[in-house]
Nanobody, 127 residues
Framework: VQLQASGGGLVQAGGSLRLTCAAS????????MAWFRQAPGKEREFVAA????????KYADSVKGRFTISRDSAKNTVYLQMNSLKPEDTAVYYC?????????????????????WGQGTQVTVSS
């Protein structure tokens, strides 16, 4: 599975961005999908996940209520809608796929369960 992330950019605090992750094969409905991010000098961290099939979601506490992960199976695409952005959201954002989906819900925030990664897209939030 090849993943192509896009949609990053420069935005002012309080603004919004929508990231897109396009998958090369099979429907995104058949993978567990996730977004992670890595800020300069920091470890990569979990942002949001979307489970295969029924599509239950999981979010990091730092983005709950501000970010929404969703998918469009017809377009083979996963989105991350980011609202009320803060300077601390500045990072390179990566999409990832667990395919075939083996992770249980509690493990969706663990980067080790993801087999495929996109190239990353830079999000910069100015204060």
């Amino acid at each position: 599975v090849q993943l192509q992330a896009s949609g990053g950019g420069l935005v002012q605090a309080g603004g919004s961005l929508r990231l897109t992750c396009a998958a090369s094969e099979r429907s995104v409905r058949t993978h567990n999908m996730a977004w992670f991010r890595q800020a300069p000098g920091k470890e990569r961290e979990f942002v949001a996940a979307l489970r295969s099939g029924g599509g239950s979601t999981k979010y990091a506490d730092s983005v709950k209520g501000r970010f929404t992960i969703s998918r469009d199976s017809a377009k083979n695409t996963v989105y991350l809608q980011m609202n009320s952005l803060k300077p601390e959201d500045t990072a390179v954002y990566y999409c990832a796929a667990d395919s075939p989906p083996v992770a249980v819900y509690s493990a969706l925030d663990n980067e080790r369960v993801y087999d495929y990664w996109g190239q990353g897209t830079q999000v910069t939030v100015s204060s």
